[in-house]
């Protein structure tokens, strides 16, 4: 082969190896950007419900503690406009890209259940053997506790994050 033809040879293959290395790079950068968008997304939904669900139980500790009537809390509740399903979507991200975090949601869930039972049994009354203040003292721990996991899933959030930020510059 003539040295033209092998320097042309060369420079086309280095040429092509640098262009498969360029497009392999930007798409893994792309591909990072995207997961990093979707855990922000996570966790926007998830505060945003978490934060939802507070500020619709803060009524009804307040009738609870005897501040307040039911139907001043029912009132209260009923006023805010219907939100899109956050746990939906929520459900949706953890379940596609990040299922590491499927044991705090589902705490999230087990919370919310907790929560929706006392505020269903002080209003009919039947806290299975509570009294009134016995079920005040139990939401106000189950509000805690939604609280303690907000912060504990900000940390875990943050973990992820920084997986994704290694990837990034490691590519």
Do not use: C, N
Not at 20 to 25: A, C, E, G, H, I
Not at 69 to 89: F, G, L, N, W
Not at 118 to 142: H, I, M
Not at 145 to 157: G, H, P, S, T
């Amino acid at each position: 082969m003539s040295l033209i033809a092998t320097a042309a040879l060369s420079i086309l293959t280095s040429g092509l190896v640098s262009a498969l290395v360029t497009f392999r790079l930007s798409s893994r950068r792309q591909d990072l950007q995207f997961r990093r968008q979707k855990l922000e997304d996570t966790y926007k939904a998830f505060i945003a419900f978490a934060a939802d669900l507070g500020l619709h139980w803060m009524p009804f500790g307040a009738v609870m503690a005897g501040r307040l009537e039911y139907k001043s809390a029912i009132a209260m509740t009923k006023v805010e406009p219907a939100k899109p399903r956050q746990i939906d979507e929520l459900q949706m991200l953890v379940a596609i890209y990040f299922p590491e975090l499927q044991p705090l949601l589902d705490e999230l869930l087990e919370i919310r259940d907790r929560g929706s039972i006392l505020v269903l049994a002080y209003k009919s009354y039947e806290s299975p053997g509570q009294s009134r203040q016995e079920t005040l003292v139990l939401f106000d721990k189950v509000l805690r506790e939604l609280q303690e996991l907000r912060e504990r899933f900000a940390l875990a959030v943050r973990a992820e994050a920084e997986k994704i930020r290694s990837g990034l510059t490691a590519a």
